[in-house]
C-alpha cells in the first residue's frame, strides 16, 4: 500500500521561503512520476508541479520561477522548495503519485 507524508508547512512572512517535504513508501519511488498539488479555501485543487521519474519539471504559471520541485530517490522523497512566497500561496499543499494523496500540509503566508 502506497502512502504519502508531507511535511515543513508553516506560517510565513510575505516573502519568505519554505522547503515542503513528501516521503513515500510502499512503492519503488524511483518509477514514478510526483506532483505537489494545492487548495486554497473556497477553491479547486489545483495543480502547483510536476517531476518526471527522469526529473522533467513542470510548473504552473503562477509559480514559475520561484518554486523548484526535485526528488531524491535514496531517500524516497519528493522537495517542493518555495520562495518568494505572497498571500496568494496560502493553502493546504498535497504530495501527489501512484493515484495516491498525502494529507496534506497547511502553509500561511501573512502579508
Known amino acids: 500500500q502506497v502512502q504519502l507524508v508531507e511535511s515543513g508547512g508553516g506560517l510565513v512572512q510575505a516573502g519568505g521561503s519554505l522547503r515542503l517535504s513528501c516521503v513515500a513508501s510502499?512503492?519503488?519511488?524511483?518509477?514514478?512520476?510526483m506532483a505537489w498539488y494545492r487548495q486554497a479555501p473556497r477553491k479547486e485543487r489545483e495543480l502547483v508541479s510536476v517531476?518526471?521519474?527522469?526529473?522533467?519539471?513542470r510548473y504552473a504559471d503562477s509559480v514559475k520561477g520561484r518554486f523548484t520541485i526535485s526528488r531524491d530517490n535514496v531517500q524516497n522523497t519528493v522537495y517542493l522548495q518555495m520562495n518568494s512566497l505572497t498571500p496568494d500561496d496560502t493553502a493546504v499543499y498535497y504530495c501527489?503519485?501512484?493515484?495516491?494523496w498525502g494529507q496534506g500540509t497547511q502553509v500561511t503566508v501573512s502579508p
Open positions: 501527489y503519485g501512484v493515484g495516491t
Open positions: 517531476i518526471s521519474s527522469g526529473g522533467t519539471t
Open positions: 510502499g512503492t519503488i519511488f524511483s518509477n514514478i512520476g
